[in-house]
């Protein structure tokens, strides 16, 4: 990240900074609000590290409200017909819309144990897994206490706003550069 791109950030009104990075996390705007209180932010690094503390040192009914707002897997998983099980191009991460109908009922079932437990949807930044690897997770994530199930769903967010945050930083050096 260019130093110059980081002293835009640092120089921006309250406003500019809740309008640039405050939908980086879904339904928290106020994560933004709370961390322009910190500047300046040596880098992108430490922008992105405050306002995931902001998230997730909110209090209970807001951490459960930015949860909340992700979308779950459950919302990209589908049976493919046959036909579409030969044929790759899968567009829903992880190939979750190429299921057979085994592992769709395995799914929805792990899926609706997973949300009666947590009370939140199973977050899972799920490019570069595959179907399989992605049922063992959930499997897998189903026996944590709820502290760490949250936990681990948080960093989960992370990795959602990552791609966001990047965009933002180009967007902004594109502007710089110009």
């Known amino acids: 990240m260019n130093e110059s791109v980081m002293r835009v950030i640092n120089a921006m009104s309250r406003s500019e900074f809740v309008a640039t990075f405050g939908s980086v996390?879904?339904?928290?705007?106020?994560?933004?609000?709370?961390?322009?209180e910190c500047?300046?932010?040596?880098?992108?690094?430490?922008?992105?590290?405050?306002?995931?503390?902001?998230?997730?040192?909110?209090?209970?009914?807001?951490?459960?409200?930015v949860l909340r707002s992700y979308p779950g897997l459950d919302s990209v998983v589908a049976v493919a017909s046959p036909r579409e099980q030969i044929i790759s191009g899968t567009t829903a991460p992880a190939g979750l819309d190429q299921l057979s109908p085994e592992e769709f009922a395995q799914f929805r079932s792990l899926n609706k144990s997973y949300h009666e437990r947590f009370d939140m949807p199973f977050i899972l930044y799920a490019e570069g897994n595959t179907a399989e690897g992605v049922m063992k997770l959930l499997e897998q994530r189903l026996r944590h206490e709820p502290e760490v199930e949250e936990a681990i769903a948080f960093r989960e967010v992370g990795r959602f706003a990552d791609p966001e945050f990047e965009a933002i930083f180009q967007k902004l050096a594109a502007k710089e550069s110009d």
């Open 25 to 36: 996390f879904k339904d928290a705007p106020w994560a933004a609000e709370e961390a322009y």
């Open 39 to 65: 500047r300046p932010f040596s880098d992108s690094s430490g922008l992105k590290s405050t306002m995931m503390a902001m998230v997730r040192g909110a209090p209970e009914e807001a951490r459960l409200r």
